[in-house]
């Protein structure tokens, strides 16, 4: 074979455990983490502010006068954090809950301290008090991250075994054995490849490979699949590639491309005689990486008789594994438009280190 090492499994990357050990469980350099605690503080304030107001307007003011010492503490609190991420990612997750629990006791003083400053407070001001708040309000939001990132592994185990029966269905490796089969004796060279890209496919899937990988390694991947299904579908199945080179870089979760082109060919194509076309496009807009599946649907009487609509488990697994990744700098949506079934993803996009052009491939045929 061209490629010896394409059917062993390599063993799991002591470095990926290391990585999945010393995991960071409160990154305030994520968006979502400082609008979450942004929210979580304001909320706090609202309601304690309710105590001693009289009127609507009451409320507003002592609000206003507790959000102008809060809020510049919960940011200090966040800076400091994100300044300290490198260090803290050292640190077990007992090392960070109290690293993190004693920054928000200096978030309070700090709290305190700017409200006496401005007048607001006595000259006695509570200031073990605030102490003791922002160490509380603080250990509150590292308590509930530290819940959601352990509520990654079995969310991504769940998706992860959902994926690996998607690959290995019995009907996909059946008729690639068969397609195989049928070439060995007229194109040996073209059955060699076939089986070399089947090979491939289940390498992935059972390999460990981290909490994310290249949108170009997902592309790679993608490619080996359609090839395998151009081989069974021939020239009913028509792929177009609309690549932009500049959007390679961007991070995604594994395993995640080839669901949906397997649903774009499950759902478009087979159960159509005269077969379908699927496009798929990246392309980078400033600091975001458009990924677009999109695939022809079948009419009305070419569904007739064929499988049932799926359930959308692939898609709800394929959101949910990038709202974890992400979390809100990342959007998913699929819908029907035009005639066309069409998977849209955005993600933040890699750090550009050179300028290149825009390429666009059209494979009918491999």
């Keep these: 074979m ?200 289940f390498r992935h899937a059972l390999m460990e490979q981290g909490e994310a990988v290249t949108l170009g390694e997902e592309i790679a991947l993608a490619r080996r699949y359609l090839h395998i299904e151009q081989v069974r579908f021939g020239p009913r199945l028509q792929v177009q590639w609309q690549l932009d080179p500049r959007a390679d870089g961007a991070r995604l979760p594994p395993l995640l491309l080839q669901p949906l082109v397997e649903n774009a060919v499950k759902h478009g194509v087979e159960p159509s005689p005269h077969g379908g076309k699927l496009c798929v496009q990246t392309q980078r807009r400033g600091s975001r990486v458009l990924v677009r599946i999109t695939n022809t649907v079948p009419g009305t009487s070419e569904r007739e008789g064929a499988c049932a609509t799926g359930h959308g488990i692939a898609l709800a697994n394929v959101r949910a594994r990038l709202a974890l990744l992400h979390d809100v700098q990342c959007e998913f949506s699929a819908s029907l438009q035009d005639g066309l079934y069409q998977v849209r993803m955005t993600l933040p996009a890699p750090p550009l280190e050179k300028t290149t052009t825009v390429k666009s491939h059209e494979h009918p045929h491999r």
């Design 2 to 201: 061209q490629n010896p090492q394409i059917l062993s499994t390599p063993p799991r990357s002591a470095k990926v455990s290391s990585i999945a050990r010393r995991a960071l469980v409160f990154d305030a350099c994520e968006v979502g983490v400082v609008l979450r605690a942004v929210l979580f503080v304001e909320t706090v304030l609202g309601v304690g502010a309710m105590y001693g107001a009289e009127t609507p307007l009451d409320w507003l003011a002592r609000l206003a006068l507790l959000t102008g010492g809060a809020l510049p503490a919960t940011l200090a609190w966040l800076i400091a954090a994100c300044s300290m991420k490198t260090l803290l990612q050292r640190l077990g997750t007992r090392g960070q809950y109290v690293a993190g629990v004693a920054l928000g006791a200096l978030a309070g003083l700090y709290a305190c301290t700017m409200l006496v400053l401005a007048g607001v407070l006595a000259v006695q001001a509570p200031w073990w008090a605030s102490s003791a708040s922002g160490a509380l309000l603080a250990a509150a939001l590292v308590a509930a991250l530290i819940l959601r990132a352990r509520g990654r592994t079995p969310a991504a185990t769940t998706a992860r075994l959902a994926e690996l029966q998607s690959r290995i269905r019995p009907h996909f490796l059946f008729n690639t054995l068969n397609s195989a089969i049928a070439l060995v004796r007229e194109e040996p060279a073209q059955a060699e490849s076939l089986l070399e890209d089947l090979s491939d496919l």
